[in-house]
């Protein structure tokens, strides 16, 4: 189901200094100091709805002068809240929505535009949002030209006119630096040095990090993953894989000593409390002075994956509501429900999800199609016929499937609308040699 809701509305408003200046006769403070023509517009699309959940974008539209820092306001008709948002800082006090904007996208020239989006959570109905305002300007949808401030009545006593004071020109909004990972550019197109390292304070975890990042330029996604044969001590397999995502600008949690060394922690069963406390022990690092992560991670883009059995624990630890994504690489719940994790965990699930599955040697196959079938919130169901169980992992499909999960993430953590055409769309992932793609609920 797509719904595509929209509501656009308008004001513009304006002023002209004006100066009263006789021959002979000289007007007490004469000059009036110009008004900022202010104005805006604004989009509000409803991208995609589920069951308590929705996506939503957002296009602000400068209609006046320049403006170098906005600030959105509105209220929510129903109740609505926001649970995650990207391309800006959003602040909710029971129905009222405040926006202001990142870091990066502060300026806005006349006649340009900024674009935020979000996922929200409803209850009963979602209705459109009608009451925004721009720095405080409501968007009417009227045209208003304020009059200008009353001159006082002239002396008559005449004085040396005095030199016109030019009103001052509106200065350039600065554009807003440049970054190597700015929101339009699609995380594919990283690729940033990495370093694979111990978690700091327990050898439950390995992180996968990009080496400088403060190379970044914004704070970074965090991606939990658990590995294939619930393997908690050797994580050598995902080697490879996970260095492929870190490198796009994403810091990888992984469930398994650096070394390989034995960390009390069983194989061989899911755990997904592992991921979930993966998530816990990035939020302290976000926190710690003197980690190299310190303040680097933005823990409102948290994303859950991983393969075969690390993939269940995946799927049951997003329902974490910290979680705001999650991947399914050649896995998913049992018919019979073994692990003790019965196929009725997916309606738990409240984050878009995707599956990938290898083709039907893959032993995954039909349980992947299945899970895929009966979610209820966004779902993807990728499939690459060559891959087999582990392609994705350590075979020739390495790349194309890791580059498939970064597309999935930018898109769902990062709203960027590359990604999600590369995905969704038909001359994107689809187009590829030996991959299906199916999605619905987007």
Not at 239 to 260: C, E, M, N, P
Not at 293 to 299: A, G
């Amino acid at each position: 189901m797509r719904i595509d809701s929209s509501f656009r509305r308008r004001s513009r408003l304006s002023a002209a200094a004006a100066a009263l200046l006789t021959a002979g006769v000289t007007a007490t403070a004469a000059h009036v100091a110009s008004a900022a023509t202010t104005g805006c517009e604004v989009g509000y699309t409803v991208t995609s709805q589920w069951p308590g959940g929705f996506g939503a974008s957002v296009s602000v539209r400068n209609l006046g002068d320049p403006i170098n820092g906005w600030r959105l306001t509105w209220s929510f008709p129903a109740g609505q809240t926001i649970t995650q948002l990207w391309n800006g800082s959003p602040a909710q006090s029971g129905s009222q929505v405040t926006v202001t904007n990142a870091s990066y996208n502060g300026a806005i020239p006349s006649g340009g535009s900024a674009d935020f989006g979000f996922n929200g959570s409803w209850n009963g109905s979602n209705p459109v949002p009608s009451d925004f305002a721009l720095n405080g300007v409501t968007c009417t949808g009227d045209v208003t030209s304020p009059s200008p401030t009353p001159s006082p009545t002239p002396s008559l006593n005449p004085s040396p006119s005095p030199s016109p004071t030019a009103s001052p020109s509106p200065s350039a909004s600065p554009s807003p630096s440049a970054s190597p990972t700015p929101p339009s550019q699609p995380a594919i197109d990283n690729n940033f040095p990495v370093n694979r390292e111990g978690a700091y304070g327990t050898n439950r975890y390995t992180v996968f990090r990009p080496s400088n990042p403060s190379a970044v330029r914004r704070a970074m996604p965090v991606l939990v993953f658990g590995n294939g044969a619930c393997a908690h001590t050797n994580g050598s397999e995902v080697i490879q894989a996970l260095t492929f995502i870190a490198s796009r600008g994403f810091v990888v949690v992984d469930t398994a000593s650096v070394d390989g060394s034995s960390n009390g922690v069983q194989s061989g069963s899911p755990i997904p409390s592992l991921l979930t406390d993966g998530i816990s022990w990035a939020e302290r690092e976000n926190a710690r002075t003197g980690s190299p992560l310190y303040q680097r991670l933005d823990l409102s883009r948290v994303a859950a994956a991983g393969h075969s059995c690390g993939g269940l624990e995946a799927l049951v630890a997003a329902q974490d509501r910290r979680v705001k994504s999650v991947v399914s690489l050649d896995s998913g719940f049992f018919a019979d429900g073994s692990f003790g994790y019965p196929r009725s965990e997916l309606s738990e699930l409240h984050t878009p999800v995707m599956f990938m599955d290898g083709g039907s040697s893959d032993i995954a196959y039909d349980n992947t199609r299945a899970n895929y079938d009966l979610a209820q919130v966004p779902a993807v169901l990728a499939e690459q016929s060559q891959a087999g169980h582990v392609g994705f992992i350590t075979g020739a499909q390495m790349s194309e499937g890791m580059t498939a999960v970064v597309q999935f993430l930018d898109m769902t953590l990062n709203g960027n609308a590359t990604a999600r055409s590369y995905v969704l769309g038909s001359s994107g992932l689809a187009a590829r040699a030996s991959w299906t793609v199916r999605s619905k609920n987007f």
